[in-house]
């Protein structure tokens, strides 16, 4: 059998899709933090085995592959999730191609680290950008701002009182030079799709460092309460990189709808956030495979402005399968009932070792 270390390193790369030298410096950085003068894979023998296993488990995971603790970092990674959608192509008379988003996450204990793919990141950084629309919607983040860097752009979030806050996530490989060729021209857009009343704001913190008046006005949209889901399942978007196409949306109040076009299938990606050490926390989190949803226990909906506490279901992604019945239009019909009723084409339950998934 192989290093159980190895394993966990193994299953890092497949949950965030980070390269195996990064997940496996992030992995042994770690564990050498729990005990100063000890070697990461001694570390992780004594933590896992069944003597110490009740009292130091609690340690593995926020130092395997931590979540964001902080609301405003939750919210900032939930919107990003939500913003999957913004990044389809616009021309509805060309062939639909799918899109790509992220090709990596890389979660840290101060925030995360993401990789867009090239041919999206400018319609990923242009549905992030606050624009007002004429009919009172609101497109983009509220308090979303950027610090440009010469080789990355780093994204903070303003809180309902214009405070900047801890949340913080990088995007690679946007530095200056490439932030200005982009800014340029989504600056500039007329938005004509969206009957926009006005142009984007200025993200960049230093020209926008308050929130603007519409900003303050839409602040409670998304709704809060699943926003420390929504930001857990982000952290594992590796999982979901394979796939033709990706579409998320707030189908009903606290309830997040993601739906996977050609990929991995349902029903192992739930597995596989079920992982112990890495997947998501199951004292919080309750995974039905079954009817393919992740459900929140543990929210707060006291001042959740979509409902009564009492009204609303708890916050939940639901996940759901495109299934094309021509290849060549990728003519999509939903049929959750047949797509993957067979289920994952190997074991991805019980030990995370051999002939696991990640592999």
Not at 40 to 56: K, N, V
Not at 247 to 275: K, N, Y
């Given at each position: 059998?192989?290093?159980?270390l190895?394993?966990?390193?193994?299953?890092?790369?497949?949950?965030?899709?980070?390269?195996?030298?990064l997940?496996g410096?992030?992995?042994?950085?770690?564990?050498?933090?729990l005990?100063?003068?000890?070697?990461?894979?001694?570390?992780?023998?004594?933590?896992?085995?069944?003597?110490?296993?009740?009292?130091?488990?609690?340690?593995?995971?926020?130092?395997?592959?931590?979540?964001?603790t902080?609301?405003?970092?939750?919210r900032l990674?939930?919107?990003?999730?939500?913003?999957?959608?913004?990044?389809?192509?616009?021309?509805?008379?060309?062939?639909?191609t799918?899109?790509?988003?992220?090709?990596?996450?890389?979660?840290?204990?101060?925030?995360?680290?993401i990789d867009?793919?090239?041919?999206?990141?400018?319609?990923?950084?242009?549905?992030?950008?606050?624009?007002?629309e004429?009919?009172?919607?609101?497109?983009?983040?509220p308090?979303?701002?950027?610090?440009?860097?010469?080789?990355?752009?780093?994204?903070?979030?303003?809180?309902?009182t214009?405070?900047?806050?801890?949340?913080?996530?990088?995007?690679?490989?946007?530095?200056?030079?490439?932030?200005?060729?982009?800014?340029?021209?989504?600056g500039?857009?007329d938005y004509?799709?969206?009957?926009?009343?006005?142009?984007?704001l200025?993200?960049?913190?230093?020209?926008?460092?308050?929130?603007?008046q519409?900003e303050?006005?839409?602040?409670?949209?998304?709704?809060?309460?699943?926003?420390?889901?929504?930001?857990?399942?982000l952290r594992?978007?590796g999982?979901?990189?394979?796939?033709?196409?990706?579409?998320?949306?707030?189908?009903?109040?606290?309830?997040?709808?993601?739906?996977?076009?050609?990929?991995?299938p349902?029903?192992?990606?739930?597995?596989?956030?079920?992982?112990?050490?890495?997947?998501?926390d199951?004292?919080r989190?309750?995974?039905?495979?079954?009817r393919?949803?992740?459900?929140?226990?543990?929210?707060?909906?006291t001042?959740?402005?979509?409902?009564?506490?009492?009204?609303?279901?708890p916050?939940?992604?639901?996940?759901?399968?495109?299934r094309?019945?021509?290849?060549?239009?990728?003519?999509?019909?939903?049929?959750?009932?047949?797509?993957?009723?067979?289920?994952?084409?190997?074991?991805?339950g019980?030990?995370?070792?051999?002939?696991?998934?990640?592999?």
């Amino acid at each position: 059998m192989s290093d159980p270390l190895k394993q966990i390193i193994d299953l890092r790369c497949c949950l965030t899709g980070e390269r195996h030298a990064l997940a496996g410096d992030l992995v042994n950085r770690g564990l050498r933090s729990l005990s100063v003068g000890t070697t990461s894979a001694a570390i992780f023998r004594q933590i896992a085995s069944r003597q110490c296993m009740d009292e130091r488990f609690g340690e593995l995971r926020p130092v395997l592959l931590p979540d964001a603790t902080s609301r405003f970092q939750q919210r900032l990674e939930s919107s990003l999730l939500l913003r999957i959608r913004e990044c389809a192509p616009m021309a509805s008379d060309e062939p639909y191609t799918g899109h790509k988003v992220f090709r990596m996450v890389s979660p840290r204990r101060e925030g995360m680290v993401i990789d867009v793919a090239d041919e999206t990141v400018e319609r990923f950084l242009r549905a992030l950008l606050p624009v007002p629309e004429s009919n009172g919607d609101y497109l983009g983040v509220p308090g979303l701002r950027f610090t440009v860097r010469d080789d990355h752009l780093r994204m903070h979030l303003l809180d309902s009182t214009g405070r900047l806050t801890d949340a913080c996530a990088i995007l690679k490989g946007i530095g200056r030079r490439r932030w200005r060729k982009i800014w340029s021209k989504i600056g500039r857009v007329d938005y004509e799709e969206t009957v926009s009343i006005g142009k984007c704001l200025d993200p960049v913190l230093t020209h926008s460092p308050k929130l603007d008046q519409i900003e303050v006005h839409n602040w409670d949209h998304p709704p809060e309460p699943n926003v420390a889901l929504s930001s857990a399942v982000l952290r594992r978007y590796g999982l979901l990189k394979d796939a033709f196409a990706i579409d998320v949306w707030q189908s009903r109040r606290a309830v997040v709808a993601l739906e996977i076009d050609t990929g991995r299938p349902v029903e192992e990606i739930l597995h596989l956030l079920a992982a112990p050490y890495l997947g998501v926390d199951q004292d919080r989190f309750s995974i039905d495979i079954k009817r393919r949803v992740i459900v929140d226990r543990a929210a707060d909906l006291t001042g959740f402005k979509g409902g009564s506490p009492h009204t609303v279901q708890p916050p939940a992604i639901e996940f759901r399968t495109l299934r094309s019945y021509d290849d060549q239009s990728r003519d999509y019909l939903p049929d959750p009932a047949v797509v993957d009723q067979k289920g994952p084409s190997i074991e991805v339950g019980g030990n995370i070792g051999e002939g696991s998934a990640y592999e």
